[in-house]
């Protein structure tokens, strides 16, 4: 069973990730680190905007930001994105097994 704090930090994650935008900046950053500039760059937005979306992603603790002198740099924390996969494991080994019974079903109805 979660604590409290576990379900939260799943809401923050979760809501993180519902946005398209913030989800482009994560693909991006598995590529490896990159400044503000160069998240914002494919993007129609402000770098007020941008900021915004990091911080949503950093309170997620899907990011981390560093600064040194004038570059802001980003970097994606994978442990976060992990607590999410093991959330999901569940449901992901539910529906498996309920495909894999469907399959063998339709399997079983051939001619």
Known sequence: MQTTSQAEDLSRIFAALADPTRRAMLARLAGGEATVSELAAPHQLSLPTVSRH???LERANL???????QRR???LNTAALETADEWLE???TFFRTR??????QLEGDRP
Not at 63 to 69: D, F, G, L, V, W
Not at 99 to 104: A, C, D, E, H, M
């Open 54 to 56: 990091l911080q949503v």
């Open 63 to 69: 990011i981390s930001k560093s600064r040194a002198a």
């Open 73 to 75: 740099t980003c970097r």
């Open 90 to 92: 569940p449901y992901r």
């Open 99 to 104: 495909l894999s019974r469907l399959q063998k």
